[in-house]
């Protein structure tokens, strides 16, 4: 732990000033409820407000159930709120196609429902592309080598299917295939939860690594304190749908100003 925590610390010292950074994400007030009769039902997400700010990473903390997946995915579109907002800024550079909800993708935890099991790495990394009418079949294939490069599988990996690769190995591909629409905020949902220690510690640089060449945003969501520590500069506790906590890293894990994320961080230490 001490080593994790020596190691996030000397990685502040490279980072960017991100205060000076532009919002990529800004959610205000977000709601929402499920089911028939929502006036019944516990919300899910209570007033959610925060912002993402260009080359920040916000980890995300809580139970299971507090409502961090429903939150990832209304973010990238997937779930409709029942209220608030969701504001994408995002960079339109002239040439880049900037086509909307290309530029925040999701990974999710278990990377074996991330692809088709009947289909080889390749047809899955080809999908995405579709959306790109724009290019070639030779520029398709270029940048999906490239991703490949980026994420350091072998090329071979392409003509297997998900049964013949590892966990980490697919969850590598998963990365990739979400960087193949040129992603401005990455949000990984329990990304690296269902990996072993040194895998999750490998895939884990990788995204370190990605976020500084790309000068990519990331929302980690995780219910692991340690993987929060490692990753990010600011920490969001949810609790029973509702953000009660937004800090500092460091001031986090030093002090905690919200009876809940109390308990989160003593019920480890
Ligand atoms: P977490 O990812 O923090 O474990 P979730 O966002 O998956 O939490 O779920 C939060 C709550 O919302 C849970 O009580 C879950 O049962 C409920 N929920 C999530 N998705 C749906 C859905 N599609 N329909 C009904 N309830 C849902
Ligand atoms: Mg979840």
């Known amino acids: 732990k001490q080593l994790l925590e020596a190691a996030a610390l000397s990685r502040g010292k490279d980072l960017p000033p991100i205060q000076q950074a532009r919002n990529v994400l800004a959610l205000d007030g977000v709601t929402k409820q499920f089911g028939p009769h929502k006036r019944r039902s516990r919300p899910v997400l209570k007033e959610v407000s925060f912002t993402l700010r260009q080359g920040e990473i916000l980890g995300i903390l809580g139970q299971s159930g507090s409502g961090k997946s429903t939150l990832a995915r209304a973010i990238v579109g997937l779930e409709v709120p029942d209220g608030g907002t969701i504001t994408r800024t995002l960079a339109a550079e002239p040439g880049k196609h900037a086509a909307a909800g290309t530029k925040v993708q999701l990974v999710f935890q278990e990377p074996h429902d991330s692809f088709d099991p009947r289909m080889k790495l390749l047809t899955s990394l080809e999908a995405p592309l579709r959306q790109r009418p724009d290019l070639t079949a030779e520029e398709r294939r270029q940048r999906i080598l490239e991703v490949m490069n980026d994420v350091e599988l072998d090329s071979g990996m392409l003509d297997r299917y998900p049964g013949q690769c590892s966990g980490g190995q697919l969850q590598r591909a998963t990365i990739a295939r979400a960087l193949l629409l040129e992603p401005e905020v990455l949000i990984c949902d329990e990304a690296t939860s269902a990996l072993d220690a040194l895998t999750q510690r490998k895939v884990l640089d990788l995204l370190l690594r990605l976020h500084r060449d790309r000068r990519l945003s990331l929302i980690m969501i995780s219910h692991d304190l ?44």
């Open 226 to 269: 340690d993987v929060i520590r490692y990753m990010s500069h600011r920490v969001a506790v949810l609790f029973q749908g509702a953000l009660v906590e937004v800090a500092e890293t460091r001031d986090f894990f030093f002090c905690q100003q919200h009876e809940h994320s109390r308990k989160l961080v003593s019920a480890v230490l």
